[in-house]
Structures are given as structure tokens and as C-alpha cells.
């Protein structure tokens, strides 16, 4: 009785989990990337031979990550090449991952309604839709899965060592840098969870131990430095003060968007902190004085709360992939880069509400309404991702100044069949970018459908490439036109 006491909540999680993502699954394909990843040929194919061997071989999208590959591969033979069964997977991940976070924080020594509160808070933030509802982000998903996994077979090794606990939980993260590298610094941000969740001491217990991990990070980490050399910005040469100034504003991000998440990070042209204007040297002074005064307030509370330092200490260390150390970092942390740091947040939130058991019932009011809150905004979320026309409005309010957001919008709207709509939208693009074809096409296409031919056809006379050439002689041969749509231009992945 009480196992199944401790199993409940993690179920109910996965229920409330999967029920809130679920308009995801009812997402079509996305422009950015999602042609390289769930459109391509080698995963359109299924489990095949040749599929599979490509897959455990290919640096395709500048990653070797074969785990994700397999993993959409196997949808592909699984549901075929629409883009139901990628979303469904995406969202069961998800589903799957909440739970196991609620079952990791219990065996850290949270109270299990503390673990499964920050467990559904976690899962259910508006951070976590772009890792969902893209089906790209597929590699997020499942190397935090198997992150999580790993960590919970780690834990109980930690209770009970031994070799064969060992094992599992090295193989688990194995595969998830084989699904993502970002989660190499799982070894290290496991020995915070010695130290502040098992009271683990010693060189041997707490290094020589994980010699599995060391082995596997020591055999993936170059592979993965040498795949994605075309990323390492020129900021290795950067002066040590813009170095430090971009890993200080990453780690504020990674604060600052728990608290105040973005909508459609992934849309976002990215720059880096030093090239923001006026950067230097108070933002960089601000953010660290801001992050010692943290660490300071949590060495300070750490016998009463080690969880707080504890789980400070898993986001700095899971966020060093995206940080400006071996790369450069952003000064918009896409939300999905969030997800294995913000682990550490969810940590910290449970053992506080483990530690505050005479605010229960007020800790336990806050968490439902936040839970509520997180899950409407999600919703919201989730219509951007999976509404085009939500999506493209979306683009061209924050960005009135853009003709590729106005493209996006208008291309939408003519999907939509709304093409009276759409002309006025697509004109102003015109008016924005006078020789961006594809804003020309789309154009031509919305005069098109209100029946003006002629001033379509001096539209598309406008444009350059195959597509505006091909859709001209549609045009005059009463086929219908081919729109035109693609990413904004940016600048890191």
C-alpha cells in the first residue's frame, strides 16, 4: 500500500501532463529545421538498413546524435511520415519525463506531494512547450528523459553502491549524449546530489566511482566538439571580460526566463551578449554581483535548505554547454535550452516545501495556482506552435518592421482560404522588402485568388528563383500557385 501510495502522484502527473500538451500532437511541421530532422529522406524511410546505419553514422545538423535519429525513425516505421506520431512522442516523452522527476526528488529526500508539486510545475511551465511542440527539438526531450533516468538509477546506487546500479545508470547517460551532448555534464552535476542529497563524502566515493561516466563524456565530448566546430563562435579570441560577461548573462537568463518566459524564443534572431549595445562593463558588473550575492545566500542557508545550493549548483553546471565557455552564448537563452537546468530550480522549490511543513497549506495553495497559471500559458503557447496563422500574427506584432513575420502571416492566411485577408498583410511586406521573392510569390498569389491575374503576373515578373518562375506559368495555365515560407535569419542554432 504505501508503494503504491508513492506511485500515485507520479501518475497523476503523467495524466495531467500528457492531458495539457496534448494540442501539440494535433501540430504540423515547422519551418525551422523540422525539413532536416522528421522530412528527411533517411527518416521518411523507417528502421531500415541503410536508415539505421546512416543514422549511427551521420553529423547530419551539425550533431552526431544517433539516439534521436532511431528515435524519429522509429515513429516514421511507426505511424508513417505525417506529423502526428513525431508530436505524439514528443508529448509522451514529456509526460513520461514529469514523472520521473517526481520519483527523482522523492529519492533526493523531498516529500512526495513536495516532489510531485514541483515535479507538475516543472513539466507544465511555458518554457517547456518549444522542447514539446517541436518536433526538431526531439533530442531535448529525449536526452532529458534519459537524463532523468540515469539520475534515478544513480540514486540508487547512491543508497545501495554496486556495479550493477552502476552500470544502468552509466548506460542511460550514454544514450542521452548519444540523443543530445548537452547532457555531458550529467557526472558533474551529479555530484552536487552526493554531496547536499546523499551526504556523500571522499575522492574515491565521489570521482573515482563514476568512472563509467568519465569514460563515456571522455569518448563523446571530443566527437561532439569536433561536430559542432561550426558553431564555436570567434569569441575564443574574445577578451577574457566579454567571456565572462557572456557566461554571467547566460546564467541570468537562465533566472530571469523562470520567471518571465518569452514567447517563441526559437523566432528570435540571436545575438551575443557582447554585441549587445552598451553591454559593457555594467550589465557584466550587475550580473555577477547579482549571481555571488545568490551563491553567498545559499552557502549561508545550506544546512537548513542544501537543497537550495544543491539544485543552484545542477543549473550551473547543466547550463555549461550553452554558456559562453566553449561557445558563444545567447542573450535570449532559447526556453529550450532551459530544460536540464531548470532540474536544479525544481530540486530547490521541493526541498523547500519538504522544509516548510508548517506553511503547508499555503505552500500548497501557491502551487496550485501556479500550476494553473503555467498551464494556461501553455495553452497560449502551444497555439502559436500549432495555429499558423496564431503564429504568423504573433511574428508581426512584435516585429512590425518585418517582412519575413508579415510573409509568414499572410502565407497563413492564404492557407487558411482568408486570402482577402492576406493581400493587404503580404502588400505591406512588399512595401517592407521590395525584392524579397519570397514576399513577391505570396503576393502574387493573393492577387491571384482575388482574380487579378495581371497584377499578380508582375508580381512573380518580380521575383527571382525557380518557384516564382514555375508558379507564372501555373499562373497562366490556371494550376494553383506554390507559397513560399522559411526561417528568419538566425544567427546560431
Not at 501539440?24 to 541503410?50: I, M, Q, T
Not at 515535479?119 to 511542440?133: G, M, S
Not at 526531450?141 to 546500479?165: D, E, M, Q, V, W
Request: aromatic letters at 8%.
Amino acid at each position: 500500500m504505501d508503494r503504491l501510495r508513492t506511485r500515485l502522484p507520479g501518475a497523476a502527473i503523467f495524466l495531467i501532463v500528457f492531458a495539457t500538451f496534448w494540442p501539440a500532437a494535433r501540430g504540423g511541421f515547422f519551418f525551422v529545421d523540422d525539413a532536416r530532422y522528421a522530412l528527411n529522406p533517411h527518416v521518411s524511410a523507417g528502421l531500415a538498413p541503410s536508415s539505421v546505419a546512416w543514422a549511427l553514422t551521420t553529423r547530419e545538423c551539425e550533431l552526431y546524435h544517433p539516439a534521436t535519429w532511431l528515435s524519429l525513425e522509429a515513429d516514421a516505421a511507426l505511424y508513417g511520415p505525417g506529423p502526428f506520431g513525431f508530436h505524439l512522442t514528443n508529448v509522451l516523452l514529456h509526460a513520461l519525463a514529469a514523472l520521473l522527476l517526481c520519483e527523482l526528488l522523492m529519492s533526493w529526500g523531498c516529500a512526495p506531494a513536495a516532489a510531485a508539486g514541483a515535479a507538475l510545475l516543472f513539466a507544465l511551465h511555458p518554457l517547456r512547450v518549444e522542447t514539446v511542440a517541436w518536433i526538431s527539438e526531439r533530442k531535448g526531450s529525449l536526452a532529458g528523459t534519459l537524463t532523468l533516468a540515469s539520475a534515478l538509477l544513480y540514486s540508487r546506487h547512491a543508497r545501495r553502491p554496486g556495479l550493477k546500479r552502476l552500470l544502468p545508470s552509466s548506460g542511460a547517460f550514454l544514450l542521452a549524449v548519444l540523443a543530445k551532448p548537452s547532457a555531458l555534464a550529467l557526472p558533474v552535476a551529479l555530484l552536487a546530489v552526493d554531496v547536499f542529497a546523499f551526504r556523500r563524502r571522499g575522492f574515491k566515493t565521489l570521482v573515482v566511482e563514476k568512472w563509467p561516466f568519465w569514460l563515456a563524456g571522455a569518448v563523446m565530448a571530443p566527437v561532439t566538439l569536433a561536430t559542432q566546430s561550426v558553431y564555436v563562435h570567434s569569441g575564443g579570441r574574445l577578451p577574457a571580460l566579454a567571456r565572462a560577461g557572456d557566461v554571467f548573462a547566460a546564467l541570468r537568463a537562465q533566472l530571469v526566463s523562470a520567471a518571465a518566459p518569452e514567447s517563441m524564443t526559437v523566432l528570435r534572431p540571436l545575438l551575443f551578449p557582447h554585441e549587445a549595445p552598451a553591454y559593457f562593463p555594467l550589465q557584466v558588473a550587475a550580473s555577477a554581483l547579482a549571481l555571488a550575492a545568490l551563491t553567498a545566500a545559499l552557502l549561508a542557508a545550506r544546512r537548513k535548505w542544501p537543497e537550495g545550493l544543491g539544485g543552484w549548483l545542477w543549473l550551473m553546471v547543466m547550463s555549461v554547454p550553452t554558456l559562453g565557455v566553449f561557445r558563444g552564448a545567447l542573450t535570449v537563452t532559447p526556453n529550450r535550452y532551459t530544460w536540464l537546468p531548470h532540474v536544479g530550480l525544481a530540486w530547490a522549490a521541493a526541498g523547500l516545501a519538504t522544509r516548510g511543513k508548517k506553511a503547508a497549506a499555503p505552500l500548497a495553495a501557491a502551487a496550485a495556482a501556479l500550476a494553473l497559471l503555467f498551464a494556461a500559458r501553455t495553452r497560449t503557447e502551444l497555439a502559436l506552435w500549432t495555429d499558423p496563422v496564431a503564429r504568423g500574427a504573433f511574428a508581426a506584432a512584435r516585429a512590425p518592421e518585418s517582412a519575413w513575420a508579415r510573409n509568414e502571416l499572410g502565407a497563413a492566411l492564404l492557407q487558411a482560404g482568408r486570402s482577402d485577408e492576406a493581400e493587404p498583410v503580404l502588400r505591406e511586406a512588399v512595401r517592407l522588402a521590395p525584392n524579397d521573392s519570397m514576399a513577391l510569390n505570396n503576393f502574387a498569389a493573393s492577387l491571384a485568388a482575388a482574380g487579378r491575374t495581371k497584377e499578380a503576373l508582375q508580381a512573380l515578373s518580380r521575383a527571382a528563383g525557380p518557384v516564382p518562375l514555375e508558379n507564372a506559368r501555373a499562373l497562366r495555365e490556371g494550376r494553383p500557385l506554390t507559397l513560399m515560407t522559411g526561417p528568419p535569419d538566425l544567427k546560431a542554432p
